[in-house]
């Protein structure tokens, strides 16, 4: 696992260049990935903050459990320009419906090769967490650069 870079509180937390190993096993933007989402290689660093789910003792300094997922308003997306097929980011899903570029309402967008892209909601109220998202793509060895832009 690749050192974190940035910050995850913002306002750029870079995960990387994530490659596709084998097309239709999706990897996942983080090495981390919870909230019921199915399970998936992760990708090069941790989508995580400090912050857990309090314990006994003193108030916010005492953690345990899952650590909180970072937000964010964004992501960047670029795709390399020697992609053979579409790179695609889709839903990650759960563990019994898992996304992927098979499963057609998981696909949130298909990327050809050499292409930017920026995934964003233009409200600050409309935050979502990368560990909800998965990479597939058509050819093995496809990858994407991704960072999460943190408002």
Request: glycine share 12%; net charge neutral.
């Amino acid at each position: 696992m690749a050192p974190p870079f940035g910050s995850s509180t913002g306002p750029l937390y870079p995960f990387g260049k994530i490659t596709v190993a084998t097309p239709g096993t999706p990897i996942g933007l983080s090495t981390t990935q919870s909230l019921g989402a199915q399970t998936v290689t992760g990708g090069n660093v941790p989508s995580t903050t400090g912050f857990g789910t309090p314990t006994t003792g003193i108030p916010a300094e005492t953690t345990a459990g899952l650590m909180a997922q970072i937000v964010c308003n964004g992501l960047l997306l670029c795709t390399l320009a020697g992609n053979t097929g579409l790179t695609y980011l889709c839903f990650a899903g759960t563990a019994s419906q898992p996304g992927s570029k098979a499963v057609p309402n998981s696909v949130i967008i298909a990327l050809p090769p050499n292409t930017f892209f920026h995934f964003s909601f233009p409200n600050l109220i409309n935050m979502f967490m990368p560990g909800m998202f998965v990479v597939d793509a058509d050819t093995a060895s496809n990858a994407i650069w991704v960072t999460a832009v943190i408002v």
